[in-house]
């Protein structure tokens, strides 16, 4: 069992309680096998994997109640667990505890064409929902790549290709139900679309990365099937005439679906994993959707911009099947650019700015990726100011991990220069905590400790992610509470 630095014979003795009582609950749907416990820990990022005391396999809002009352009567930490794709960290348990699997909370419980929404329990994957829905005529549009839960993403605030012109989670929750510390189930609004009554609890709850409750249930808000979609790629010979093109687009109010980049690197990345045959150069995805005539419109409109910024040939897929393998190898840029240094790890990583500052950031990347002598291909949300970095780095090599680490901090610190963020779109979980200050304020970050206090007092949720040391009264430096 992982036991927390400090912790006393009395604490231990309550562990194994709560870890027994659980067992008598829940039997064989609690385990403490190492690879069980290892699998609900980071394993797809550089943290380190630090798994849970037990895992327990919930299949319903009522168990995640029992788990939450074991839990605080015994001192047990709880992580909430969807499908494990978050990349800062979030799912690992540095003080042990128990991970609580949602991923067996995967019904659909409703939808409501007529309202354009749905209601669905916080396992169900984005792409089991899209499936569930295709006879509807509608979609939930929020696509990271991976296919997250629907609870993991809201946790997270995700959002992904689609966001330039869907938005992001905060946008596409209606409300939610949550299970909090004292083990009752809050739901945080209803079905309307607009409502004035209270506090904003959905979107608290939203993007709080599982450390103020486990989310049991969603409502979503969902989106017409588009009667045309157009897709495409096009090609430049800069990075800044590829954001410039992005900035103008923007900027002239053409409501692209996605827009997305990939500088030479991945690009020569994805031709060689993903089998395609694009020039070696930075190169923009771009898909609109609409009405045929709208369409049409914001093609010949984009078209213009592009060209003005020097594009190549537009390369355009109106067959799905060709479009879709071009998505493809866009989501699949992760694995691509793993094989460009065949043993080394990726440090998955992602800064936001403001989209005129887009072009200025990325350049300013670039020379330094160049400099620091590191394999780091860049992809990109660039519609919404949003870019990742994947350095290679050999994790056996103490110098390279530390040139890796002053990098990581000089690129969140430029984003932050450049009055962006530290993070568009994977949270702060372990990795980015030592940022949020600079970031949000000390008045901020402290209101943000409060309100963590009143919902969970004894930091039981997901301790040791998303707050700086000190911020929480009364922990040590791995999150535990003192108190």
């Not at 604490?11 to 870890?19: F, I, N, V």
């Not at 030479?264 to 070696?280: D, F, G, P, R, W």
């Not at 702060?428 to 901020?444: C, F, H, I, N, S």
Request: hydrophobic letters at 40%; proline letters at 5%; charged letters at 20%.
């Amino acid at each position: 069992m992982a036991t927390p630095n400090g912790q006393t014979g009395s604490d231990t003795s309550a562990r194994e309680a709560g870890l027994k009582q659980l067992q008598e609950r829940f039997h064989n749907r609690v385990s403490q096998a190492d690879a069980v416990r290892e699998q609900h820990a980071h394993t797809t990022t550089w943290h380190p994997n630090q798994p849970p005391d037990a895992v327990v396999f919930a299949q319903g809002e009522d168990e995640v109640v029992d788990v939450v009352k074991i839990c605080a009567a015994h001192g047990l930490p709880i992580i909430p667990f969807g499908a494990g794709t978050s990349l800062e960290g979030q799912v690992n348990a540095p003080m042990g505890g128990v991970s609580v699997d949602t991923s067996a909370m995967n019904a659909v419980v409703s939808v409501s064409p007529e309202d354009l929404d749905c209601t669905v329990q916080p396992g169900v994957t984005r792409k089991a929902l899209n499936t569930h829905l295709r006879d509807t005529g509608l979609f939930f549009p929020i696509d990271p790549g991976a296919d997250a839960s629907i609870g993991g993403m809201a946790a997270t605030r995700a959002s992904g290709t689609n966001a330039v012109r869907y938005g992001t989670m905060k946008d596409n929750v209606l409300s939610l139900r949550a299970v909090m510390a004292d083990g009752r189930v809050m739901t945080t609004a209803r079905r309307a679309r607009k409502t004035s009554a209270g506090y904003d609890l959905t979107r608290l709850m939203i993007g709080s990365e599982g450390t103020l409750g486990i989310i049991t249930e969603l409502t979503l808000k969902l989106h017409g099937i588009p009667e045309t979609i157009a897709g495409g790629v096009c090609c430049f010979s800069s990075i800044e005439d590829a954001c410039n093109a992005t900035i103008a687009t923007i900027q002239c109010g053409i409501p692209i679906a996605r827009i997305e980049l990939l500088d030479t690197a991945q690009v020569i990345a994805c031709n060689a994993y993903s089998k395609l045959n694009l020039e070696e150069a930075p190169t923009l995805f771009v898909e609109f959707h609409g009405s045929q005539a709208h369409v049409e419109d914001q093609v010949r409109q984009f078209g213009e911009i592009a060209d003005s910024f020097g594009a190549g040939e537009f390369k355009w897929e109106s067959e799905p099947e060709k479009r879709n393998a071009l998505w493809q190898a866009r989501h699949d840029a992760y694995w691509a650019a793993l094989q460009m240094r065949p043993g080394a790890k990726g440090i998955a990583t992602d800064v936001c700015v403001p989209v005129s500052r887009l072009a200025e950031c990325l350049a300013e990347t670039i020379a330094d990726i160049e400099e620091s002598g590191f394999i780091a291909p860049i992809v990109g949300h660039v519609g919404d100011g949003n870019f990742h970095v994947l350095p290679l780095v050999d994790m056996d090599s103490a110098n390279e991990v530390a040139r890796a680490e002053r990098f990581l901090q000089r690129l969140a610190e430029r984003a932050l220069d450049m009055d962006g963020t530290c993070t568009g779109e994977h949270g702060v979980g372990q990795g980015k905590t030592k940022y949020l200050v600079r970031e949000l304020g000390d008045p901020a970050v402290e209101a943000m400790a409060a309100i963590k206090l009143a919902l969970d007092p004894s930091n039981m949720f997901n301790p040791g992610k998303l707050f700086p040391f000190g911020k929480i009264p009364g922990t040590v430096p791995d999150g535990r509470t003192t108190k």
